[in-house]
């Protein structure tokens, strides 16, 4: 069975500084890793996917996320947080062979100014 | 990206009546779709894979008889929510995976409100 784990309900930051929310995986075989955002009352938006190639992911509106397999971590990242970022972050994963995707319980993230 | 469209956005209904929930891929045609609902403050949890021409595929613990599914075309599931209770009540997301390069991206739906007063 393959499962994920946000060790942290919500995360905050001052705007400006960079911020890191975690999230470790455990799947069988190859990892499809995801992150999605989602604002209140709203569906999740897609940020970006580790699929294979380079560790270090870039996706929309700045974010970034580092691969680790011996870890078996995909921690979410940004350089410079905005208060915009404000919402709740979802970590995915999938096994190959499969669409089924298995989300974390979610971080809320919170910057501040 | 791609569109998912969810119609409603929200829906309050009585309880016992039945509410059926559209979920539409505006740009691209998708073979399976799923079904999540999502109780406050907690993640996603995956209801049913709904497949255009067959059976739907039901989580362990989800009524099949409650939650039907329908994927009537390649851009279109419907979920229903029969004889509802407020216990139903909650937020439901479709998803669709696009199919890319290399491997599928699901792509959400904004959502729909379920009240059952």
């Known amino acids: 069975a393959q499962s994920v784990a946000q060790p942290e309900d919500q995360v905050n930051v001052a705007e400006g500084n960079p911020l890191t929310v975690k999230c470790t995986y455990s799947v069988s075989g190859n990892p499809y890793l995801f992150w999605y955002v989602q604002y209140p009352n709203r569906g999740l938006q897609f940020l970006l996917k580790y699929i294979t190639g380079d560790n270090l992911v870039k996706g929309s509106y700045g974010f970034e996320a580092e691969f680790n397999k011996s870890q078996t971590s995909f921690h979410l990242k940004k350089p410079s947080a905005l208060v915009s970022d404000s919402a709740l972050y979802f970590c995915?994963?999938?096994?190959?062979?499969?669409?089924?995707?298995?989300f974390g319980t979610g971080t809320q993230l919170k910057v501040e100014l | 990206g791609a569109v998912v469209s969810q119609h409603p956005s929200r829906v309050i209904c009585k309880s016992g009546t039945s509410v059926k929930i559209e979920c539409r891929s505006l740009?691209?045609?998708?073979?399976?779709m799923f079904w999540y609902r999502q109780f406050p403050k907690q993640s996603l949890m995956l209801m049913a894979t709904?497949?255009?021409?067959?059976?739907?595929?039901?989580e362990q613990g989800v009524e099949k008889d409650k939650f039907l599914i329908n994927h009537a075309s390649l851009t279109l599931s419907t979920l229903t929510v029969t004889s509802a209770h407020p216990e139903d009540s909650s937020f439901y997301i479709c998803?669709?995976?696009?199919?890319?390069?290399?491997?599928?991206?699901?792509?959400f739906g904004p959502g729909t409100r379920l009240t059952v007063l």
């Open positions: 995915a994963v999938r096994g190959g062979g499969g669409n089924k995707l298995t």
């Open positions: 740009d691209f045609q998708a073979t399976t």
């Open positions: 998803s669709a995976p696009k199919a890319g390069a290399s491997t599928d991206t699901q792509y």
């Open positions: 709904s497949n255009e021409g067959s059976k739907a595929t039901y």
